[in-house]
């Protein structure tokens, strides 16, 4: 793990005290579900340490994202909100604000990127009823903030931002006041906090409550290996704009942290680790086999990292918060595709076919392992060629069997492409 300066960081008068935490405690703690601190039996074993489970993925809209969106709005004086607010997201903040909205009875104009899959949107639209109006506006997330900051500014609402604000992490500190008495309950000395870094939000709110709780307890961080804006900032010194990024973690794919979040980060952090998107599928799909959790990709991060860290956390007492459930059904295709790919257990290749009978025959005689299956297999046959091109997808039992197969396809066809390395042609292809 790299490590991160535990010093305070400039512009300590600006961090949120954990004082503000409780506050904020106290204020949302009737409207919100006290999740479940878990102990998780076979995550324990595994990794031979005590594995404990914040259950986000349990709160009302299903996501943390509830706390920090209710209490920026409910900490601001009535007035101010009674004619509405106005908020940017393309999921979980969305879905908190909208719940806000029906729950004080208030109007809210949420900008969401057009894009956005109706599931989303649906579910925005169910928890907030009528009080709520959802415009779709630009191809992506910024677009979709631009705009909504320009419609609050024009028309004097309060923008709720999804992470940046002292009240948005003051609320999702609210989460670590619930583990930190639920720990004292279970009689648990805590050596590890685990949770996922997007725009920084969560962490800084944990990571403010529980250094100033249990100064020994380690806060580690964890960012999509594609979209590591808050390690990024770390080694920058300051909050930096990525210009692109893998959005496959939508949950935590953030192009660039906010200054204040940024702060509490380089104040309170210990770690910050990072996990390749297809361990998360794997985690997505291991947390519901295994213990029947459906965590979304951002909210199984905490999980998927344990692998790489399984020699420092042996007999150590963690928790890793699952920070969030909403994960949309038709994406299961993708996350097992992605999985079985970061495992080594899938491969696509391009390879030319003499254009004559018994060549697939040939093809899965000779060259195919026992074990391995065709997955896919697209061929177009070419007027006057010799050969035509197929793309073919092919599963293994045993990641070592790729060894024989790639040196079997280089025999039929010495010219094969391995399209996982070649990214453009991955892409297009498959």
Known sequence: MEQVSTAQAKGEDALVTRTAIEEAYETIRDSVTHTPLQFDRYLSEKYDCQVYLKREDLQKVRSFKLRGAYYAIKNRPFREVARGVVCASAGNHAQGVAYTCQEMKIPG??????????????????????????????????????????????QQLPFIDPFNHP?????????????MQDAAKQQLEIDYVFAAVGGGGLISGIATYVKATS????????????????????????????????????????????????????????????????????????????????AEPAGALTVAVLDQLKEEIKGKTIVCVISGGNNDISRMEEIDERSLIYQGLKHYFLVNFPQRPGALREFVTDILGPEDDITRFEYTKKV????GPVVIGIQLKQREAIHPLRQNIARFDPNFIDLSENQSLYTLLV
């Open 109 to 154: 104009v949420i900008f969401m990127p057009t894009p956005t899959p109706n599931q989303k949107i649906s579910q925005v639209q169910f928890f907030g009823g009528d009080h709520i109006e959802v415009r779709l506006i630009g191809d992506t997330f910024d677009e979709a903030a631009a705009a909504a900051k320009e419609y609050a500014t024009a």
């Open 384 to 387: 006057n060629r010799g050969t």
């Open 167 to 179: 009240d948005i992490i003051a609320g999702q500190g609210t989460l670590a006041v619930e583990m």
């Open 215 to 294: 100064p020994t307890t380690k806060i580690i961080g964890v960012e999509p290996a594609g979209a590591q804006s808050m390690r990024r900032a770390l080694d920058e010194g300051h909050p930096v704009h990525l210009p692109t990024i893998d959005k496959f973690v939508d949950g935590a794919a953030v192009q660039e942290v906010g200054t204040l979040t940024f702060s509490h980060t380089q104040a309170y952090v210990d770690h910050m680790d990072a996990v390749d998107e297809g361990q998360v599928c794997t985690t997505i799909l291991e947390l519901y086999s295994k213990q029947a959790i459906v």
